[in-house]
C-alpha cells in the first residue's frame, strides 16, 4: 500500500514486498505445502527466476536446505528444498497456579523434551521464574543445545498479558506479579527475544497450528482449577486492547455473595464452576459423610481436589455426578451466551476437568445447543482440545515463531541467519 519510500533505510535493506515474499516462501516449505522450486512458483505465482533467487538467499542464510531429487515430477526432476528445523531452538514454558511445564522444541514447534515442576505461582516472579530458567538450563543440556542455539523464549503465564510489553497486566492469582519486566530479565539471561503471553492463548494457538483442524473462528476453553477461554478470528489470535479477551472465569454467573471467588470477588464463573470449586464443594460432601466415596477419599488423603471428585463421579458416585452436572450447565451456559456474540465454527474444551468423562461434555454441548440460537449452532463443532499436557508449549513455540517470521521482525535477523543475540528485537520499530 505505502508507496513511498523510506529515505533513511538503506539499499541492502530489503523491501517490505521482498520480505513478505521470503516468509511466504519458507512458510510453503515449513509446512509441507511445496517443497520444490517449480512448486513455490506455482503456489506463489512467482517466475523461476525471482524463485531461484529468493531461495538461493534463504539457502545461504541457512533456513532452508537441499534435499534428494522429487521422483514424482514429470519430465526434469526438481530438488527438494527442506525447511532446517534443527537450525535453532525453542524454550518454552506454561506457568500454572501450582506447577508449570517446561520445554524446548525445535523451529516447527516439535516438543524435543518437557518436564513438569510443582511451583506455586504465588510466590512471585522472582522465585518462581529462577525455578523456570534453571529447569530449561536443564532441559537445553539436555537435548544437546547451548544457550548459542536459542532462538527465542515462550512463556505462557495463567493471567492477563499486555502482550506488546510481556508484562503481566493486575493478574488475579498471582501476586507480585503486576507489571513484572519477565521480558527484561529472560532475554537478559538468554540474549535472545522473549515472547509472553496468557497461556490459554497459546493452547489456543497450539490447536491452531495443528494440522487438520479448521482454521477459521474458534473458541478454546479451558477448564481447569479456573475457566480461561482463547478465541481465534480466522485462525489469528483476538487479544484484545489490554490482552485480556477471554478471560470468562470472572464473569459474574451467581448472585449468590457467599460463594467469594480467589480474585476476590463473589459469583464468577470459575468459583461456582471451575476445577477448585469441585474440590470445595465435593469436600463438604465428604465431611458431611452424604457421599462414602468421597469420605472414603478424605480419610485417606485428607484433602479433596477436583480430580477426586471426577474419578468418583466416573466411579459412579451419585453426589459427585451431580457436581460435575451443575458445573457442566454453568459453563454451558455461559458458552451459549459466547456462541451466540462470536458464532464460532468449533469450540475446544481442555484442561484437567475437561477430561473429567463423557457426562461433562455431553451436558456442556447439551446447553449450548438449548440455550443457542439455531442458525449459531447449525455447524458448530464441539470438541475435546487433541494436544495433551504439550499443548501449551506447542503454542509457545508458534509464538515465537509467528513473531520471528512477521515481516516486522524477519528483516533484523535475516542477514545475520538467526536472532540469536538479539534480546532487543521486539523493541525495534524494524528500521532501527
Ligand atoms: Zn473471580
Redesign the pocket.
Known sequence: MAATAHKGVSVEEPSTELLESYARLLDLVRTGEADTRPALSHRTGLGRTAITQRTTTLLDAGLLEEGELNPSTGGRQARTLRFRKDAGRILTAELGATGFIAGVTDLTGTVLTMRHCDCDIALGPEPVLSEVESTLDDLLAEVGATPADVWGVGLGLPGPVEFATARPSEP?IMPGWNNYPVRDRLSARYNTPVWVDNEVNLLCLGELRTPGLAKGDLLYIKIGTGIGAGISNAGRLHRGAQGCAGDI??AAVSDDSTVV?????TG????VAGGAALARDGEELARSGRSPALAAALAEKGTITGADVTAAARAGDHHSVQLLVEAGRRIGAMLATMVNFYNPSIILLGGKVSGAGDLFLATIRETIYRRSLPLSTRELRIERARLGEEGGLVGAAYMVLDELFSVRHFGQWLPAGSPTGMPHMHTANGHG
Open positions: 488475579p472465569g470472572h471467588c480467589r480474585c476476590g470477588k464468577c464463573l470459575e468459583a
